[in-house]
């Protein structure tokens, strides 16, 4: 026999080496269930994406433009100079964000410190909470655009109630919203007044979860209704509370409606209530600056971010 015949033999003697055919695995229920929810969920997050990314891209763009007259008009990328000239505006940036501030921090605060006394009042149930509660949440239920109107006219400096009741007790009129250095924080009171129901709800909400065994161990152990409040409550309570600030302190900052309706264009005759989405609204539709008027909403933008991340480091600090 020849060698390649015994090779040949050999060969076929061999037992098959091919691989054996792959089996697919059948697809379970919850792998097939969570493809369809990622299907059904993409249309929704696409839309949601779109809508988040293209404003924002569009209004970045137009931040590094000369556009002026109008938003399609022929213009020219001219980097950072709309960002060096609204930081270097004296006149009226900086003064926006100032007021900006201002009326941020000051209505925040009272809202804040208002809203828990009235959650720490609300907390045990009484007769008549619930026409309370519901009476709480009416300034909640009118437009800030309807409550501004309303305030105009309670305010009025001749035939507002406001002055008639000071008057009746002895007091001197004053002139609210028709005054320079009154307008700004009239609407901060104005903003409390709105507001506070809110912060309420939420810290009513966050006391009603606490536990009660703490408290109870406070009051055996001696301490009166303030050291449980300061050492026991206000601790428990720290994330709601946290959380509360930073909603409302991002929706303060944003505070638009009311300051137009109630001060116009420009925020009064000298800017007194012109806070930077006052100042950007009349760049773009006054001016029609868009590229500065962009540029002071990305610096609106970054501030906010800022605010925000400096609440929540401080709040993890003292929930630490």
Known sequence: MSTTEVSTARTAARPSEAKP????????????????????????LL????????????????????????????RTHIGLRNFTDALGDTRRFWPAARRTL??????????????????????????????????????????????????LLILDPTNGIANHLLAAVGLPRQEFLGSVSQSLPTLMLIDVWQWTPMMTLLLLAGLTTL????????????????QRFRHVILPMLGP???TA??????DALKTFDILY???????????????????AYGLTFDYQ????AAAVLVLFTLFIIGVVVLLRRRGGRKNA
């Open 245 to 250: 600030l930073v909603l409302r302190a991002v």
């Open 289 to 292: 600056e868009y590229g500065l």
């Open 47 to 74: 839309f949601v994406g779109l809508m988040i990314v293209f404003p924002l891209a569009f209004t970045l763009d137009l931040s590094l433009t000369d556009a002026f007259g109008a938003v399609n008009a022929d």
């Open 261 to 279: 309706a109630t001060k116009g264009a420009g925020g009064g005759s000298d800017f007194e209530v012109e806070t930077l989405n006052v100042y």
């Open 240 to 242: 709601t509370l946290a």
């Open 102 to 151: 201002v009326f941020t921090v000051g209505a925040v605060v009272l809202e804040t410190v208002l809203g828990l006394a009235l959650a720490m009042l609300m907390r045990k149930p009484f007769r008549g909470m619930r026409w309370v509660r519901t009476v709480l949440i009416i300034p909640l239920l009118a437009t800030p655009v309807a409550i501004g109107i309303l305030w």
């Open 21 to 44: 055919p792959r089996v697919r695995r059948p697809r379970t229920f919850e792998q097939a269930n969570r493809r369809l929810k990622w299907a059904m969920l993409a249309p929704a």
């Open 211 to 226: 536990p009660e065994e703490p408290e109870e161990a406070a009051l055996v152990d001696g301490a009166n209704s303030w």
